[in-house]
């Protein structure tokens, strides 16, 4: 057994989100269709006397807010006993982005633990750990494109489903706090003239229902994906999960030269721009 292990933890976008309703625990009930994509946070874990955590972005908590010591101290818990490790995070994938970047790193870290530490957890119970660490995290642990259900914990893993579409990611200056967007969905109105009605893409139907609160908030969001569908060789383009992040989905032969001289033009010269593919 190797003392060192590292491993990629897959960014995510949500093909669909459809929430149900508000519940009495204050999630709320969903169901989203969600896909791995090729960007991802690389997490290097080796054995060590004392634990310790550092990260290529000075801005992600090194305290207990953050998620991949979350995760360590689950296991700590469950197993019953000290887990000292060395972590280090490569941060690729923004934070506030509706990206599940956190939530995958967290996801990646209570499998290669498990596999490191010689823990023997099944999946059964990394799900279960994994599900009180956040809604986003069980998917993590499925390597494909997964239905999810309840508060997004309850995953359908779909093997079967293979797009390996091209993807433009485009994140501007600021961040959505989740609860946020959850909080404001019920009393959120359309705007006129922005079209939020579902996209089909080779039969896969594009949608999001955290858009109404968001762009109410963040017109620049609306503009953008009105924008982007109207441009040559984009297929749809949605804002994924609870934002800031809208994804353009590409044709094969697209020219994102141009495309990303024309989001300039849009939104300014501070925006993070990221080309990449769904992983499956
Ligand atoms: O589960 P997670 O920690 O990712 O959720 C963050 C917050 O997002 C929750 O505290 C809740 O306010 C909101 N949320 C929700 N319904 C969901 C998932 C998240 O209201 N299905």
């Known amino acids: 057994m190797s003392e060192m292990i590292t491993v990629a933890a897959p960014a995510k976008i949500n093909l669909s989100l459809?929430?149900?309703?508000?519940?009495?625990?204050?999630?709320?009930?969903?169901?989203?269709?969600?896909?791995?994509l090729e960007l991802a946070d690389?997490?290097?874990?080796?054995?060590?006397?004392?634990?310790?955590?550092?990260?290529?972005?000075?801005?992600?908590?090194?305290?207990?807010?953050?998620?991949?010591?979350?995760a360590i101290r689950i296991l700590e818990r469950h197993c019953e006993r000290e887990l000292p490790l060395a972590i280090h995070l490569e941060k690729n994938i923004p934070?506030?982005?509706?990206?599940?970047?956190?939530?995958?790193?967290?996801?990646?870290?209570?499998r290669a633990v498990n596999e490191l530490c010689d823990l023997r957890l099944s999946q059964e119970t990394l799900l279960q750990l994994a599900a009180e660490l956040g809604s986003d995290v069980p998917f993590f642990l499925w390597s494909c494109i997964a239905d999810c259900e309840g508060r997004g914990e309850i995953v359908t893993p779909k093997p079967e489903i293979k797009l390996g579409w091209p993807i433009l990611l485009i994140k501007l200056p600021f961040g959505v706090p989740t609860p946020w967007a959850y909080q404001q969905w019920?009393?959120?109105?359309?705007?006129?003239?922005?079209?939020?009605?579902?996209?089909?893409?080779?039969?896969?139907?594009?949608v999001n229902d955290l858009e109404r609160?968001?762009?109410?908030?963040?017109?620049?969001l609306a503009e953008?994906?009105?924008?982007?569908?109207?441009?040559?060789?984009?297929?749809?383009?949605?804002?994924?999960?609870?934002?800031?992040?809208?994804?353009?989905?590409?044709?094969?032969?697209?020219?994102?030269?141009?495309?990303?001289?024309?989001i300039h033009k849009w939104v300014g010269e501070e925006v993070w721009i990221q080309t990449t593919k769904l992983a499956v």
């Open 18 to 36: 459809r929430i149900v309703r508000k519940r009495e625990d204050g999630f709320h009930e969903l169901v989203t269709r969600m896909a791995p």
């Open 42 to 70: 690389e997490l290097q874990f080796s054995k060590a006397e004392k634990a310790s955590f550092t990260c290529s972005d000075s801005t992600v908590p090194a305290d207990g807010s953050n998620l991949v010591l979350k």
């Open 95 to 110: 934070h506030g982005a509706g990206l599940g970047g956190g939530s995958s790193d967290a996801a990646v870290t209570l």
């Open 186 to 206: 019920r009393d959120s109105m359309k705007i006129p003239g922005i079209d939020y009605s579902p996209q089909i893409v080779n039969g896969t139907e594009l």
């Open 213 to 220: 609160p968001v762009f109410q908030k963040h017109f620049i």
């Open 224 to 262: 953008l994906k009105q924008n982007l569908r109207k441009h040559k060789g984009v297929r749809a383009a949605l804002m994924s999960g609870s934002g800031s992040t809208v994804f353009a989905v590409l044709d094969q032969k697209a020219e994102v030269g141009g495309l990303i001289s024309s």
